[in-house]
């Protein structure tokens, strides 16, 4: 009973399988179709057509590279299923006008034409019976559940399996009436050699025949139904097969169902039967599962909805012209003019800094021991974020310490420092990019409501009277660069006016703070905007705060978003003045360590011990907390900070594997950067559009030595750039635009000369391979000219041919194509005469080039120069989207591991999820602070839904942290999980300053 309700309550939704096991059949049959042939025959075949294969090889290369993005996985935005669409409709335009098909057996022209013909026809009368049946459903003839519309990809996806099936059973049995011999003896079948008692059973001799079991196919399984007299109904509304004789002679007429039609009704009566029986009765073609297994399968199925990496060189993302478009207002009005930061200390209720309540936090101060966490750069992609927020909620992590195991607990604070979420801090990117991760790993309480503003923070969970009694982790955040770019407002909205990120309570009320941990440590937290320093208010506030509160032996830890020591010494400027004389002139010694993001990857330095005063010992960058990787090894001459001398003493990932990672760009740039097509494909064909067309080509590859050919080949790419530039004006001024954008866009930190060098350099390599591409197009054109395969008829080449072939090969005794022509008002031949004129662009070309050539750009007319600019446009768009990511792919490489620049742009373009790490920190009882930086190399890809969690009881009154299994994903693979890989890349401990007294009473114990 439980199969029959699954059955009549069918929930699956349309369609099944049918169509997928459509594709493979029509596959196998291509296949079988194929190998059917006289393998002897066929190699003779491709012998005697080696130039026109290699146009092949040479045609199907670019497309690959055009389309490899795109292969073997779904990238979500449209203009991945439009650059497969376009592909394949070029691709066929050019393929079918080359002569190795025809020379092989198989008519392209044929097989294109019956397509158009056979898939618009079947989309028409599909689309008609649907209309029917909703029709029917709408008075109350059928089922309610036909009155759901269908999917138009899917009445799509159908009409072209039938429309492929169809012609390929007409390239390999044609369109035969075949007249059948009355006799029904038993025949020899001598495609089965061994029911042959008379001949020696042999797998060679009956592999080498296979075109006899093919012909017998063709004859026997697919033969058509029968002759029109059979269907007196149909006789005026069927087409009729090709005359052929079988042992005798020949009707006139053939009377014989055209096997294509056969075929093609059969497929259609196929969709239609199974739509009627799913739509009328709900039963299921496809066997149903049971409901617990139903369940189970969802559940396996079941994906976290996490975001990509941004895709930073993305020519159609609304998203990063809106973040430009923020960048430039916040730099034109923030900075200098309005700053939030000032807001914020007028809003304060006391105006002495040191009392201030919502920017001074003591509430860890009393505890004997306390952990805490540092991240920084989160929000970009789901799967990195969640992977760091999965380990940051873990109970305990046991991860291996050189040759022991440790133990490390949750801490009980969590600091991030800075851009939340990328590319711009909208709403958006905020709960899709920061809080969705971070609520996967640690779920906020049950009461939380998304939409809650909390207006007197800390607003404490039931039942906790202060906050130094509540015992669950808390989270405390500074803005980065890109937080600012809306001048602060939606982290205010979404950090200082919120109380939970996931299960991290969150008691900060503005955008800078102090805390004062146990054993006299401290951690301030500074928030630079985008001025790459502190405001006036905020160095008032901390510099009061050492006076009246941060002990002579305190130590005190520095966060801010920029690392401005690396930046400074990078770039050769100096920021930050503010917190500089915050650190030497009242820290004086007491800040131990500075930490950082901004920079994607974990870098420390320590000093080295002189005589000199020391202000910072330790300097932490750990960008990886989501955000795609930086390298490591443009960094790795770094020095100095205030005089003091610094040793690198950690990196990840290491220079050696920096410098291997951005090999990338040549090798990737493109697969990762796909949406890059956009802008590249534009800029290439307005580079070479004033030297279009080339007419005078015959002197090309006519010398007799392959070096002699390249060399001309060359000299006329010179030529042309001669010309372009004396005779032309889009062209050069593209090139001048180029130029000045490849200019600015080199680093501020090369001197000008090198920049216009670099520069130079960059446009040269765009123009050549431009100008190259140009060139190899227009010579196959020119081939094909001179070869009679193009600018032989006019526009409309393919509908013209079909008409004159179609009579012969499918006869219409009836006039039923008359008949439909007048009952559709001229609509049915238009139709397809425009459909098949889409496959025409090659001729198109070519006839519009030769009108040039002959008589000048004048002789054609401005829409005649639209069309043919046009067509020559969807050729040179696919071959130059992958060179121009080559080109652009190259040039990062080369400045980033030979010149050093580009740190930001040659890593962005990588999208590199992997390498993601977090810095762990413990005071000890002892007051030392012991800092431990946990990895992973690998971010898993693939999650299921936590076993563990899933079965984990969740009372309402229950924290999330309380539980043994916080996170609500795991991987697929357990051995890849982020628990089961993570493992320390750095350790060190920062000893806690001794105080004169502490140190006289162990030298009085010491004696």
């Known amino acids: 009973m439980e199969t029959v309700r699954t059955i009549f309550t069918h929930t699956y939704p349309y369609p099944h399988e049918h169509s997928r096991h459509a594709v493979i059949a029509v596959i196998l049959g291509c296949v079988f179709f194929i190998s059917s042939d006289n393998m002897h025959t066929l190699v003779l075949k491709l012998d005697s057509n080696v130039k026109w294969w290699s146009m092949y090889a040479c045609l199907l290369g670019f497309f690959y590279f055009f389309s490899s993005p795109f292969i073997g996985k779904t990238i979500t935005p449209s203009y991945s299923n439009f650059s497969r669409w376009y592909v394949a409709w070029i691709l066929v335009a050019a393929l079918y006008h080359l002569p190795s098909f025809q020379s092989m057996g198989v008519d392209m022209r044929m097989n294109l034409s019956l397509f158009l013909t056979i898939f618009l026809s079947s989309v028409l009368f599909l689309l008609v019976f649907h209309f029917v049946f909703i029709g029917l459903w709408y008075i109350g003839l059928v089922a309610r559940v036909a009155g759901r519309r269908p999917a138009i990809l899917t009445i799509l996806q159908n009409c072209a399996v039938i429309s492929i099936a169809c012609c390929v059973f007409y390239s390999h049995c044609g369109n035969l009436a075949i007249i059948r011999e009355k006799t029904l003896e038993r025949r020899n079948w001598s495609w089965f050699p061994r029911w042959n008692k008379d001949e020696n059973f042999s797998w060679l001799a009956k592999f080498v025949r296979v075109y006899e079991f093919k012909d017998q196919v063709c004859k026997s399984w697919f033969a058509p139904v029968?002759?029109?007299?059979?269907?007196?109904?149909?006789?005026?509304?069927?087409i009729y097969g090709e005359l052929t004789c079988s042992g005798g002679s020949c009707e006139e007429s053939p009377d014989e169902i055209s096997p294509i039609y056969s075929l093609w009704a059969t497929f259609i009566g196929l969709y239609i039967a199974n739509y009627v029986v799913e739509r009328s009765t709900g039963w299921a073609l496809t066997h149903p599962v049971s409901q617990n297994e139903s369940e189970r399968l969802k559940k396996k199925q079941m994906r976290p909805e996490?975001?990509?990496?941004?895709?930073?060189?993305?020519?159609?993302?609304?998203?990063?012209?809106?973040?430009?478009?923020?960048?430039?207002?916040s730099v034109t009005l923030f900075v200098g003019r309005f700053d939030m930061r000032m807001m914020q200390a007028a809003m304060s209720r006391v105006e002495d800094g040191a009392k201030q309540d919502d920017l001074l936090y003591d509430q860890f101060s009393e505890r004997d021991e306390l952990w805490f966490d540092f991240m920084a750069d989160t929000g970009d992609g789901g799967n990195s974020s969640y992977s760091v927020a999965r380990l940051l909620a873990q109970p305990l992590l046991r991860v291996r310490n050189k040759d022991s195991l440790?133990?490390?607990?949750?801490?009980?604070?969590?600091?991030?420092?800075?851009?939340?979420?990328?590319?711009?801090?909208?709403?958006?990117?905020?709960?899709?990019?920061?809080?969705?991760?971070?609520e996967y790993a640690l779920q906020p309480p049950i009461w939380?409501?998304?939409?809650?503003?909390?207006?007197?923070?800390?607003?404490?969970?039931?039942?906790?009277?202060?906050?130094?009694?509540?015992?669950?982790?808390?989270?405390?955040?500074?803005?980065?660069?890109?937080?600012?770019?809306?001048?602060?407002?939606?982290?205010?909205r979404y950090i200082c006016h919120k109380s939970w990120l996931g299960g991290w309570f969150m008691p900060q009320k503005k955008?800078?703070?102090?805390?004062?941990?146990?054993?006299?440590?401290?951690?301030?937290?500074?928030?630079?905007?985008?001025?790459?320093?502190?405001?006036?208010?905020?160095?008032?506030?901390?510099?009061e705060l050492i006076k009246d509160k941060v002990g002579d032996y305190d130590s005190v830890i520095i966060m801010t978003h920029e690392p401005s020591w690396l930046l400074d010494w990078y770039w050769n400027m100096v920021t930050g003045k503010n917190i500089s004389h915050l650190i030497r002139d009242h820290l004086n010694g007491r800040c131990k360590v500075r930490i950082a993001g901004d920079l994607h990857h974990y870098m420390r330095h320590s000093f080295v011990p002189l005589e000199k005063p020391v202000y910072v010992q330790h300097l932490l960058v750990n960008g990886c907390g989501g955000a795609f990787l930086h390298p490591t090894h443009v960094f790795r001459n770094f020095k100095y900070l205030y005089g003091t001398p610094y040793d690198s003493k950690a990196s990840y990932p290491s220079f050696h594997d920096s410098s291997r990672i951005a090999l990338g760009n040549i090798l990737k740039f493109r697969k990762k950067n796909w949406q890059f097509d956009f802008i590249g494909g534009i800029i290439y064909f307005i580079l070479a559009f004033s030297v279009f067309p080339q007419c005078k080509l015959d002197h090309i590859l006519q010398d007799d030595t392959f070096s002699g050919n390249v060399k001309t080949f060359f000299a006329t790419i010179w030529d042309i750039f001669i010309y372009m530039l004396g005779h032309s004006y889009v062209s050069p001024a593209a090139v001048f635009f180029l130029l000045v954008a490849a200019i600015t866009f080199v680093p501020s930190k090369v001197s000008r000369k090198r920049k216009v060098?670099?520069?130079?350099?960059?446009?040269?390599?765009?123009?050549?391979?431009?100008?190259?591409?140009?060139?190899?197009?227009?010579?196959?054109?020119?081939?094909?000219i001179r070869h009679k395969l193009l600018a032989t008829s006019g526009y409309h080449t393919l509908y013209e041919w079909y008409r004159s072939v179609e009579s012969e090969h499918f006869p219409d005794r009836t006039g039923l194509r008359a008949r439909i022509e007048q009952w559709t008002f001229g609509l049915y031949p238009a139709c397809i005469k425009y459909l098949m004129s889409a496959f025409d662009v090659p001729e198109v070309m070519?006839?519009?080039?030769?009108?040039?050539?002959?008589?000048?750009?004048?002789?054609?007319?401005?829409?005649?120069?639209?069309?043919?600019?046009?067509?020559?446009?969807?050729?040179?768009?696919?071959?130059?989207?992958?060179?121009?990511?080559?080109?652009?792919?190259?040039?990062l490489y080369i400045c980033i591991n030979w010149l050093h620049i580009h740190f930001d742009e040659a890593f962005s373009s990588l999208r590199i999820a992997n390498y993601k790490s977090f810095t762990r920190f413990h005071i000890t009882s002892k007051g030392d602070l012991e800092v431990f930086t946990l990895a992973v190399d690998k971010v898993p890809k693939a999650w299921t839904l936590d076993p563990g969690w899933e079965g984990e009881s969740k009372l309402p009154q229950s924290h999330s942290y309380r539980r043994k299994f916080p996170s609500k994903w795991r991987s697929v693979s357990p051995q890849q999980d982020p628990v089961s890989t993570v493992r320390i890349v750095d350790h060190f401990v920062v000893e806690q300053t001794v105080k004169p007294e502490d140190a006289s009473v162990n030298r009085a114990v010491a004696h």
Not at 312 to 324: E, H, I, N, Q, R
């Open 846 to 891: 070519a006839v519009t080039r030769n009108n040039i050539c002959k008589n000048g750009m004048d002789s054609i007319s401005r829409g005649g120069a639209v069309i043919y600019y046009a067509s020559v446009f969807l050729y040179f768009w696919v071959f130059s989207t992958p060179i121009v990511s080559l080109v652009f792919g190259s040039y």
């Open 511 to 543: 955008s800078y703070f102090a805390l004062q941990l146990p054993k006299g440590w401290w951690v301030f937290g500074l928030d630079l905007a985008l001025h790459c320093d502190i405001d006036d208010y905020q160095f008032k506030f901390f510099s």
């Open 757 to 784: 060098l670099i520069g130079v350099l960059h446009v040269s390599a765009h123009l050549s391979a431009a100008l190259i591409l140009m060139l190899l197009l227009e010579l196959g054109i020119d081939t094909c």
């Open 406 to 438: 440790i133990t490390l607990p949750r801490a009980n604070l969590l600091l991030i420092g800075g851009d939340l979420a990328y590319p711009n801090p909208s709403s958006y990117n905020y709960e899709s990019r920061l809080f969705r991760p971070f």
């Open 226 to 238: 029968g002759s029109a007299s059979d269907y007196p109904f149909l006789s005026k509304w069927v």
């Open 448 to 492: 939380y409501n998304e939409e809650h503003v909390a207006v007197n923070k800390p607003e404490l969970p039931p039942g906790v009277p202060t906050l130094k009694q509540y015992d669950g982790p808390q989270c405390f955040l500074i803005p980065g660069n890109h937080d600012w770019f809306d001048g602060l407002q939606t982290f205010m």
């Open 306 to 329: 996490f975001l990509d990496m941004v895709p930073w060189y993305s020519g159609t993302s609304a998203d990063l012209f809106k973040t430009v478009f923020d960048l430039m207002v």
